[in-house]
């Protein structure tokens, strides 16, 4: 059975359409990614996906089941870092160990851990305005892998953050992924990001978003899995078939960046 699956969903704004037909299944334990102009409604999608908003149209099911509000069962990183003001880094990553029950003497344990593993050792009794932008971001990602949800559901996480720390997240996220079974639903604006981390990219159209086209994306013998950032990824990253992959997706989406542009365009002179 599919984990997730979008039926016929659609999302208004007043007259405005941002998402519409979207159909879309994710199997259990895959890991998706979207990519789509600007504005063509992917934070929406993980919006409805998270429960924070309902679909006007359609609906979404999550294990079989409609999804009807929030849950621990999905963790959301947020395009904009979503921390506590008031609460450290080590508290913020302890806030949802606290929600899942996992017991005090345990809480504080696990937090430094995840946040030793988005690099942030050192850092866990600073409060987030004593924190840069990236930094910020890695918290909440700490967070959200801390508490072990099935469902990952991430907002550009990356966007952030300088390219090293990016590429070594990317294979950190790959490793826990691959160890923990999760399925992943990632959106991003880095068609090499997609290429590196999705096992199918799902190109979405603008105005009103829709699914134009899921690649499946299979590298033969992975190298770039299972192993510490370095000449592996590098490797991957650096191999004909990741151009190969890399190509395809730039064309599916500078079509459609061209025509959402247009449409800005013609919407201005109005
Ligand atoms: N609460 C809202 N009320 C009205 N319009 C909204 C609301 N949320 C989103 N929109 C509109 O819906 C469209 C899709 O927005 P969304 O944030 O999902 O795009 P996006 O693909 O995530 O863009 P980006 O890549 O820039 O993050 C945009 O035109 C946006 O203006
Ligand atoms: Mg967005």
Redesign the pocket.
């Known amino acids: 059975m599919a984990k997730i699956v979008f039926e016929g969903v659609r999302?208004t704004?007043?007259d405005?359409t941002?998402?519409d037909g979207i159909d879309l299944e994710v199997g259990s334990g895959e890991f998706l990614v979207v990519v789509?102009?600007?504005?063509?409604?992917?934070?929406?999608?993980?919006?409805l996906l998270g429960g924070l908003?309902t679909p006007t149209d359609g609906r979404i099911l999550l294990d079989g089941r409609p999804v009807t509000g929030p849950g621990l069962d999905r963790g959301i990183v947020f395009?904009q870092y979503a921390l506590l003001p008031w609460r450290t880094a080590l508290g913020n990553v302890e806030f949802g160990l606290e929600a899942t029950g996992v017991p005090r003497r345990q809480r504080s344990a696990r937090a430094r851990e995840y946040l030793d593993l988005v690099g942030l050792g050192g850092f866990e009794d600073r409060h987030p305005h004593q924190l840069s932008g990236g930094m910020r971001q890695r918290v909440a990602i700490a967070r959200s892998l801390a508490y072990d949800p099935d469902v990952l559901l991430m907002?550009?996480p990356f966007a952030a953050l300088d390219a090293q720390t990016r590429e070594s997240l990317q294979d950190e996220l790959r490793r826990i992924w691959q160890r923990t079974g999760k399925t992943v639903v990632f959106?991003t604006?880095g068609i090499e990001e997609a290429v590196y981390l999705g096992q199918k990219v799902a190109v979405?159209t603008?105005?009103p978003?829709r699914i134009k086209e899921i690649v499946p994306v299979a590298f033969g013998a992975r190298p770039g899995t299972g192993t510490a950032a370095g000449p592996q990824g590098e490797e991957l990253r650096s191999s004909p078939e990741f151009a190969r992959y890399r190509h395809e997706l730039w064309t599916l989406l500078h079509d459609e960046v061209a025509r959402a542009r247009q449409l800005e365009k013609e919407e201005a002179s109005v």
Do not use: N, V
């Not at 789509?36 to 919006?47: M, R």
């Open positions: 999302k704004f007043g405005f941002a998402l789509g102009p600007s504005g063509c409604g992917k934070s929406t999608l993980l919006d908003s395009q907002d550009e959106i604006h979405m603008s105005r978003g």
